[in-house]
């Protein structure tokens, strides 16, 4: 049974920060990339940063600089750290694990992060 569990969410104020962790079970977790995407109130889930098993990044505009991806395949683990945070990074965060072949997505239950002003 896969399982991916994110935690690290919650509130904070404008200019802070928060780090996402998403540990996954049931996968050969070295063999996905791995990803951290959101959904804002009101509006579609979008991409955050994604990394390959590899460990290539790739982040969305509206986070390069702030939001820093990386993973510990060693404990099947995705982090998201995220600084610098604004209020429009409100929603909640979802892990993502991508699998190339078969083609497949996993996803976490997601956990909100909540940025006051």
């Known amino acids: 049974q896969v399982q991916l569990v994110e935690s690290g969410g919650g509130l904070v104020q404008a200019g802070g920060s928060l780090r996402l962790s998403c540990a996954a079970s049931?996968?050969?977790?070295?063999?996905?990339?791995m990803g951290w995407y959101r959904q804002p109130p009101g509006k579609q889930r979008e991409l955050v940063a994604t990394i390959t098993s590899g460990g290539s990044t790739n982040y969305a505009d509206f986070v390069k600089g702030r939001f820093t991806i990386s993973r510990d395949n060693a404990k099947n683990t995705v982090y998201l750290q995220m600084n610098s945070l604004k209020p429009e990074d409100t929603a909640v965060y979802y892990c993502n694990a991508d699998r190339v072949w078969p083609p497949y997505q996993y996803w976490g239950q997601g956990t909100q992060v909540t940025v006051s002003s």
């Open positions: 049931g996968i050969v977790f070295s063999g996905y990339a």
